[in-house]
Nanobody, 116 residues
Framework: QVQLVESGGGLVQAGGSLRLSCTASGSFSSLNVIMAWYRQAPGKQREWVAGITRGGTANYADSVKGRFTISRDNAKNTVYLQMNSLKPEDTGVYYC?????????WGQGTQVTVSS
């Protein structure tokens, strides 16, 4: 079993920044974990935002490319999402997902609200 705890959400004005964190705990090796961030806006489906491989290769959705940065600290089993130049359309619940040897685990989500 893997447990994920997210933090760092909040209310910010357009153009501002937030940093989300997600820490994983359980019986696993960090080398076997692929991490990703998703988000879900009100009335919309959950969408992938960014992912990072075990080796640290990052990928981003076009909508956040150049503004968001995903990173990970394997020693702390933590993945981060640095969000800059935030826009009102970035508003939503942000979820952390860990894939451990083919099994997906989700965090409880953290709310991000960007005011115009």
């Amino acid at each position: 079993q893997v447990q994920l705890v997210e933090s760092g959400g909040g209310l910010v004005q357009a153009g501002g920044s937030l940093r989300l964190s997600c820490t994983a705990s359980g019986s696993f090796s960090s080398l076997n974990v692929i991490m990703a961030w998703y988000r879900q806006a009100p009335g919309k489906q959950r969408e992938w935002v960014a992912g990072i491989t075990r080796g640290g290769t990052a990928n981003y959705a076009d909508s956040v490319k150049g503004r968001f940065t995903i990173s990970r600290d394997n020693a702390k089993n933590t993945v981060y999402l640095q969000m800059n130049s935030l826009k009102p359309e970035d508003t939503g619940v942000y979820y952390c997902k860990a894939n451990v040897i083919g099994h997906d685990y989700w965090g409880q989500g953290t709310q991000v609200t960007v005011s115009s």
